[in-house]
């Protein structure tokens, strides 16, 4: 039965002071160069204006920048290359956390923006920020919420300059870099750019949601996105049945509401969705929102099951032991996690449908697996569409559903343990399996 509850009017602002108040303190800048004028310059904190005197820095080629979902990085990138950045880490909170082991010494020795979409990403993440990596985040965070997104905060501490950029959506954010890239910029103050920098103000908005709530699942929408909200939850509903089909245990292992987040028109780029597995919630673009053919049933019933893979995977991982999730340590590669959710996607909206609607996309990499390794594939998707299906092939659903649950140490042992094959076995197999069938 669906249940209907409201959010009141919790903003994210509010959300933000409470998951950010256990965030670091202090802040100290350096003078540098290209400095706005006073005519472009106001501030918020009493009658004189904070940014006039504020230190200044601009960006270059010390800057590492980390990049929340939602962010263009075909419009971030051009603008690092303008001023000599080097570093970008982007594709979600959760990916920026996996990988900040691996580049935590470069991180260390950079400047480094933290950019947030906060309509595409769910701000609890932030509380989850690794510990030991809260020296790449600015300073009393908690003191921002106060302040109408689209905003930057940029402070130094320990010798680097930490910053945050914040917007509501990715040309908000695009905004504020692109003032960085061709000026410098005040340290220590929260700024905007209207259309010049001046300080950014008290919010005066109520960020206000409402969530529905059947089966498994919770939609949480704006009130007027409210039919979406009904539409998304059959049909996630419908997901789930035809996927416990061959999963039995495809709900029972993810032992939470999984929320269905849907976002307004222009919040999130054309065609994408994604997942946060640690939070269990899947984002979309509300079906009304979207506009568009190819935003049908069948793209959001797909996009369901590809999305919820993630959140799958990721818990009976915790449950199995042995591998873990980061492809560095003997986890499984990118191009396997999103396979996976394409075998999904095929095991729902049927094997016929997905032929018709991706055939041609998902075919085109095969020359070029046939001389390449699945790791080097531009399209992880496609490749990892082909790959699960050949595991499909050789040994079943029951034979994916071991790898997916083996206590393996490494993911290819699991596969080898699932599959008979070595590494070397299972490319050349695949290789084979190619050729014979596309």
């Known amino acids: 039965m669906l249940r209907r509850t409201c959010a009141g009017s919790m903003s994210i602002r509010l959300t933000l002071f409470f998951l950010l108040a256990v965030m670091l303190t202090g802040c100290t800048g350096a003078a540098g160069t290209g400095t706005l004028s006073p005519e472009e310059l106001s501030g918020t904190d009493g009658s004189a204006n904070p940014l006039q005197g504020a230190p200044q820095w601009r960006m270059g080629s010390n800057t590492g920048i980390l990049a929340g979902a939602g962010v263009n990085i075909a419009t971030v990138r051009p603008l690092q290359q303008k001023v000599g950045a080097g570093f970008y880490l982007g594709g979600g909170l959760q990916y920026i956390y996996d990988r900040l082991p691996v580049h935590r010494d470069a991180l260390q020795t950079l400047d480094t923006l933290l950019l947030l979409n906060i309509t595409a990403e769910d701000v609890a993440k932030l509380a989850e920020w690794p510990q030991r990596d809260r020296n790449l985040l600015p300073p009393a965070l908690e003191d921002l919420v106060r302040y ?6 940029l402070a130094r501490q320990g010798g680097r300059v930490r910053g945050i950029v914040v917007g509501r959506t990715t040309e908000e954010i695009e905004r504020l870099l692109s003032v960085m890239v061709e000026r410098s910029v005040p340290l220590g103050v929260p ?21 529905l709530e059947r089966g498994r699942f919770l939609a949480s929408y ?73 935003y049908d049933q069948t793209w959001y019933v797909g996009n369901i ?78 490749a990892g569409a082909l790959a699960l299906r050949f595991l499909h092939a050789r040994v079943g659903v029951e034979g994916i559903r071991r790898i997916l649950m083996s206590s393996q140490p490494t993911f290819w042992g699991a596969v080898q343990e699932a599959t008979g094959l070595t590494r070397t076995e299972f490319d050349q197999a695949f290789r084979d399996w190619l050729r014979r069938v596309r």
């Open 148 to 153: 109408e997104p689209p905003f930057a905060y």
């Open 191 to 211: 700024w905007t750019v209207k259309p010049v920098i001046v300080a950014a103000e008290p919010s005066s908005r109520s960020w206000t949601r409402k969530t």
């Open 222 to 294: 704006p009130p007027e996105l409210e039919r979406d909200a009904e539409r998304m939850l059959a049909w996630a509903e419908d997901v789930l049945g035809k996927l416990r089909v061959h999963f039995p245990e495809v709900d029972e292992v993810v032992n939470e509401p999984v929320t269905l987040w849907l976002h307004g028109a222009g919040e999130l780029q054309p065609g994408y969705a994604y997942a946060e597995p640690s939070a269990a919630t899947l984002h979309f673009t509300a079906p009304s929102a979207a506009g568009g053919s190819s």
């Open 305 to 382: 099951a590809h999305e919820y893979s993630h959140v799958f995977f990721d818990r009976i991982r915790r449950r199995a032991g042995g591998y873990g999730m980061d492809a560095n340590a003997g986890g499984p590669p990118r191009w396997f996690h999103e396979g996976l959710g394409e075998y999904f996607r095929l095991l729902v909206i049927g094997e016929q449908t997905f032929d018709r609607v991706y055939g041609q996309r998902y075919n085109t990499p095969v020359s070029f697996l046939l001389q390449s390794p699945l790791e080097a594939a531009e399209d992880v998707y496609a």
